[in-house]
């Protein structure tokens, strides 16, 4: 129970969005053993893997690796089953269980857990172990306590996230609306305007042409 409290006081600590997923896998294992780990976001029936940790210890093909960093979640029963009953799911032999689905072969024991906000799965944690029967309920329990704590963070660093950059867009207008209102030369406003469009778009570079009409 401490160390469930101390994993959630620090994931919570932070309101930076990629601070919050870093922590998720350096303070699950205060909780939950394991040997490699994932984290993945859930997008548009996909999960995209954004955190990995472990895999430098094991000996993994690359190429294996590399295999689950985008996944159809219809194509993998694992994830489906937890992206509908929006639970944990335990697979303590990944060699005796028919759902599993062999990609990287060091993982004998498995436990996944979905994120939800409201009633949809936003994200995916998920430990593995190299020892067959390693995981039992107990673990799926601290691991469904954690993800309920993580889920918050990851809300909390979004909001803050979306505020931020709704503080930068209404910066970025104002600065459009006063180069329109002010006396200087055409190429100055546009200037501005082009900058606070690169601003508000996050784009990398910004290019703007003037149009003559009736010129050669």
């Known amino acids: 129970l401490e160390a469930l409290q101390a994993t959630g006081q620090a994931i919570t600590s932070t309101l930076d969005f990629e601070q919050v997923m870093d922590r998720i896998l350096e303070e699950i294992a205060r ?10 976001l859930v997008k548009r029936g996909e999960v995209h893997i954004v955190r990995r940790r472990g895999f430098e210890k094991v000996k993994v093909l690359a190429e294996s690796v590399r295999a689950t960093d985008h996944m159809r979640i219809e194509e993998m029963p694992t994830l489906k089953t937890m992206y509908e009953t929006k639970r944990p799911l335990l ?8 759902m599993w689905v062999q990609i990287i072969g060091h993982v004998k024991s498995w ?5 939800v906000v409201g009633n949809e799965p936003i994200a995916f944690l998920m430990v593995d172990k190299m020892e067959a029967d390693f995981y039992q309920n107990q673990h799926k329990e601290w691991l469904a306590a954690f993800a309920s704590q993580a889920t918050l963070a990851l809300q909390h660093a979004q909001l803050f996230t979306e505020i931020q950059r709704r503080v930068s867009e209404l910066e970025a207008l104002t600065r459009v609306s006063a180069a329109l209102r002010s006396s200087e030369t055409m190429p100055k406003i546009l200037q ?3 900058q606070a469009m690169v601003e508000i778009l996050d784009a990398r570079i910004g290019v703007a042409f003037f149009l003559y009409v009736g010129r050669p």
Do not use: E, H, R
């Not at 909780?31 to 993945?40: E, K, S």
């Not at 697979?91 to 028919?98: E, G, Q, V």
């Open 192 to 194: 501005a305007v082009l």
């Open 111 to 115: 436990l996944g857990v979905p994120l």
């Open 91 to 98: 697979i303590a032999n990944t060699t005796k269980s028919p």
């Open 31 to 40: 909780v939950v053993p394991y040997d490699t780990a994932n984290f993945a």
